[in-house]
């Protein structure tokens, strides 16, 4: 089957200023939850509470199938702009042939292999570890960098924020905001270059 150029950048921004305008409350509270609930009963959607994953091969394919509709059918919800982004089924489905299969994190001898795994593939996940977009003071800030880039198990760092820079509060859309992207990614490279693993993975 042949699909047409997968949907670009600026593409999906002009939907995103264009789309049907939502509340968003009523894209959470309802229009999300009776569209979930109705593909739940659709493609019988059953989960056993004791497996965190699920094995069962025909549930996965229909897990999929499910998701798939509601992508279609709904689109993505943009907050910033209160509208709804809609796709096409052959536009979903070229992005999906046109997804990367695997990428490499980092660089020389602390480079990882990031592929696309199933749930029986018997190679191990990547252990990504950091304190994950919570905020972080400045006085710990490189200290607890390093700590993470210091486990042996660790293949990437999955960074903080900063609380404040320079003692003010990195406001979105100021030029604060800014500054502490910039100091947050010299930080981590100092953190991870006292760590003896300059190469790792941001």
């Known amino acids: 089957m042949a699909f047409k150029e ?7 921004y002009d939907r995103a200023r264009t789309g049907p305008r939502v509340d968003e409350t009523e894209w959470d509270q309802r229009i999300i939850y009776q569209t979930a609930h109705k593909l739940k009963e659709k493609y019988k959607l059953q989960f056993d509470r004791t497996k965190i994953i699920p ?3 025909a549930l996965m394919d229909r897990l999929f199938q499910a998701g798939f509709e509601m992508l279609v059918s709904l689109g993505v919800y943009c907050m910033d702009t209160g509208r709804v982004i809609k796709y096409t089924e052959d536009e979903v489905l070229a992005a999906i042939a046109a997804a990367p299969y695997e990428l490499t994190l980092g660089e020389g001898r602390d480079a990882r292999r990031l592929v696309a795994r199933s749930f029986d593939d018997p190679r191990p996940p990547l252990c990504q570890g950091g304190p994950t977009g919570a905020p972080v003071s400045e006085g710990i800030f490189v200290a607890m960098h390093e700590a993470y880039a210091r486990e042996p198990l660790v293949d990437s760092i999955v960074d903080g924020v900063l609380y404040t820079i320079n003692g003010r509060e990195p406001k979105p ?3 604060w905001e800014i500054a502490a992207v910039k100091a947050e990614v010299s930080m981590i490279r100092m953190a991870t270059a006292r760590a003896g693993r300059p190469g790792l993975g941001l």
């Open 55 to 57: 094995t069962d091969t």
């Open 6 to 12: 997968r949907i670009g950048v600026l593409e999906t």
């Open 173 to 175: 859309g100021s030029p």
